[in-house]
């Protein structure tokens, strides 16, 4: 297989606290990964690390997309969204005054910026990109069952379709890895189920990793096809869902007695 994504002893500390101590995690292309731990175990603040929002007190992103990646060191987030990475938030970071649309089309900015002088004089060439993105922006909700929303202010939506919203917003970017950051969070049992299946979608239609942070174990062990667990930063275990789930330290650490 393919790896997409590779750490190396990737760490960060705040003061005297280490958050992520050493982790070395790798994902292959078309894989979606399980990211579980207690809360605190440090998972939202790796993906901090891996998408730009943090930099590393030590260790690197050693590889991305099948590179060599020394030089993504130190790259912002949107540095890192236009070179294939996409994720979502704990809490919903749409832009809440602006309809589904174009919540979509400020997405595909990432992967097909105007040009300058085209967007200052408004050339034909201009108005023809505009008009494509349109159409793809369309396409796409069309695909998640939302294109009857294009024109609904985004805060008007239910809670379930926001979050299926951020999930459409960050394809919109193109990603070769998808990082999604409890997306059932708040979620009902329906919308969980909702979810699950629009997760499995993804992957299916755009063969891209997805590396997942969920507290749902049902939800993590129905679709993960491997899974991390994190306990004080550090990689705890690693491995299939079934030995996740018989593996004595990650009962005792995180799932209980019982699974």
């Known amino acids: 297989m393919t790896t997409i994504l590779k750490t190396h ?8 606290v280490i958050a992520v101590d050493q982790v070395n995690i790798e994902a292959h292309d078309n894989e979606l990964i399980g990211l579980i731990g207690p809360n605190g175990a440090g998972k939202t603040t ?7 929002v943090y930099q590393p007190t030590s260790g690197t992103v050693a590889m991305f997309d099948g590179q060599r990646l020394s030089e993504m060191n130190g790259l912002p987030p949107h540095r890192r969204a236009q070179q294939g990475m996409a994720r979502t938030f ?3 970071r749409l832009f809440t005054s602006r309809t589904v649309l174009e919540n979509v089309l400020i997405a595909m900015t990432i992967s097909s910026p105007a040009q300058t002088v085209g967007a200052l004089f408004r050339t034909p060439k201009f108005y023809q990109q505009e008009t494509d993105k349109k159409q793809r922006a369309l396409a796409l909700l069309a695909m998640f069952d939302m294109a009857n929303v294009a024109n609904e202010l985004a805060c008007n939506l239910p ?3 926001q979050r299926r919203l951020e999930i459409v917003r960050a394809l919109a970017t193109k990603p070769k890895i998808l990082f999604l950051d409890e997306p059932a969070a708040g979620m009902n049992p329906q919308e969980t189920q909702a979810l699950t299946e629009l997760i499995q979608q993804v992957q299916t239609q755009f063969k891209m990793t997805i590396i997942l942070i969920e507290h749902d174990m049902n939800l993590v062990m129905a679709i993960s096809q491997r899974v991390y667990v ?4 550090k990689v705890l ?3 299939t869902p079934s030995e996740i789930q018989q593996h004595p330290a990650v009962i005792k650490a995180y799932l ?4």
């Open 159 to 161: 809670y379930g379709q």
């Open 90 to 92: 704990q809490n919903i």
């Open 256 to 259: 209980g007695e019982e699974i």
């Open 237 to 239: 275990a690693s491995g």
């Open 230 to 233: 994190l306990e004080y930063g």
């Open 9 to 16: 002893d990737l760490s960060i500390a705040f003061g005297g």
């Open 46 to 52: 790796l993906f901090n690390l891996l998408t730009g």
